[in-house]
């Protein structure tokens, strides 16, 4: 018996509705998934909220300057992590849900999730990017040099 293939899905923090997360129990039906939820409105809601810059994001993501931005954002992150792990595991889908942080000797670095999605992409067998309808043509075109990502709109 051949080993079931794996899947990487990266999904905005805001998109985790009752239909995308039954797609990903479908997924999980065929495939062993991870999934990687980010969070960036809520960051910036936290941010705002604790009187701390909201920087523009460029194409590695957030840049945080100080380690209280950094674990502001790394505390958002798990509690979107927690929260999509409940409910996929709620639906009856057990999956694995990561964040976007990595740290690299003792330091907390920060990776936008269509980096990270790069960074994925030699250990999966297929990846997908959830977007918006409206993003959804930009992020096929983002992709299109890797067959192995789709880019799927909600």
């Known amino acids: ?32 998934v991870v999934v990687c939820v980010g969070g960036g409105k809520q960051i910036n809601d936290a941010f705002w909220k604790a009187h701390l810059p909201i920087r523009t994001f460029g194409p590695l993501g957030r840049p945080t300057d100080t380690l209280e931005e950094k674990q502001l954002a790394r505390s958002v992150l798990e509690q979107n992590q927690l929260d999509v792990q409940e409910r996929l595991a709620a639906l009856g889908a057990f999956v694995s849900v990561v964040i976007p942080v990595i740290e690299i000797g003792t330091v907390l670095c920060h990776v936008n999730g269509d980096q990270y999605l790069l960074t994925a992409y030699h250990g999966f067998d297929i990846l997908y990017v959830v977007t918006t309808l409206d993003r959804l043509q930009k992020k096929k075109e983002q992709f299109a040099p890797y067959p192995k990502i789709q880019a799927i709109g909600f």
């Open 1 to 32: 018996m051949a080993p079931r293939k794996n899947c990487f899905v990266k999904v905005s923090g805001d998109m985790f509705d009752d239909r995308v997360l039954n797609w990903i129990k479908r997924l999980g039906e065929e495939y062993f």
